[in-house]
């Protein structure tokens, strides 16, 4: 009972007086770009956008878009929640309503919005809910957070048209994901930036569902 007990209670959304109080200040993390020498948090080159995205564990997922051409930097982190700051151990008990996601500086007139939704729904099965895999939590449910109004537009149009093409492959489950405009995000602790460059034998959890996406 105790186990089935933590298990609902990581994939239920707390409410703001049972979330976890956080900290006023941000958490230390790296300055740059452990792959490409840029800085995390700015400035970035003028014209660039910013685009949020979670889909399981930000470690695989962030190393998805830094290999993408246009990309100018990534960085993990938590948004979508209440608590204010979170660690990475009160994110995983559920308590703070944080997707781990990833942030995406790019360059539109390399890469499109359009191409980035492409590998956001190819990359992991926007399916599962409060898990991806065997990773099971709040903390890893689908989302796409918009800092646009055209990436907002863009986004659901593309789940409207991907979820036809799960119809098509007779897929039978429905997304999950959630698509908002872009709360906070809270950069994750040094040691999660660029996890699998430095650690190339590490877990990655992630996987798509085979079914192709033609949005980008």
Same mark, same amino acid.
């Given at each position: ?13 707390? %409410?703001?007086? %049972? ?33 949020? +995205? ?10 998805? +878009? ?9 960085? *993990? ?13 009160? %994110?995983?008990?559920?308590? %703070? ?108 959890? *992630? ?10």
């Amino acid at each position: 009972m105790f186990g089935l007990d933590m298990l609902t209670k990581k994939t239920r959304m707390p %409410t703001r007086e %049972t979330a976890l109080p956080g900290r006023a200040g941000a958490l230390p993390t790296a300055i740059h770009h452990f792959v490409n020498g840029h800085p995390l948090k700015g400035p970035y080159p003028e014209g660039h956008e910013k685009a949020l +995205f979670a889909m399981g564990c930000f470690w695989g997922v962030e190393r998805l +878009f830094w290999q993408r051409q246009g990309v100018w930097v990534t960085a *993990v982190g938590y948004a979508g929640g209440i608590t204010p700051n979170p660690t990475y151990e009160e %994110t995983v008990t559920g308590l %703070t309503g944080h997707a781990e996601t990833v942030l995406v500086v790019y360059d539109p007139s390399v890469v499109r919005y359009g191409d980035l939704l492409t590998i956001f729904w190819e990359g992991h099965d926007p399916t599962q809910g409060m898990r991806q895999g065997n990773d099971v939590g709040t903390t890893y449910r689908s989302a796409i957070y918009a800092t646009t109004d055209d990436q907002l537009r863009q986004a659901k149009e593309s789940r409207k048209a991907y979820q036809a093409a799960l119809d098509a492959a007779s897929f039978a489950q429905r997304i999950t994901t959630e698509i908002e405009e872009a709360p906070e995000f809270f950069f994750a602790e040094d040691y999660h930036q660029q996890y699998l460059a430095k650690n190339p034998n590490g877990y990655c959890g *992630v996987r798509g569902t085979g079914v192709s996406c033609a949005v980008g």
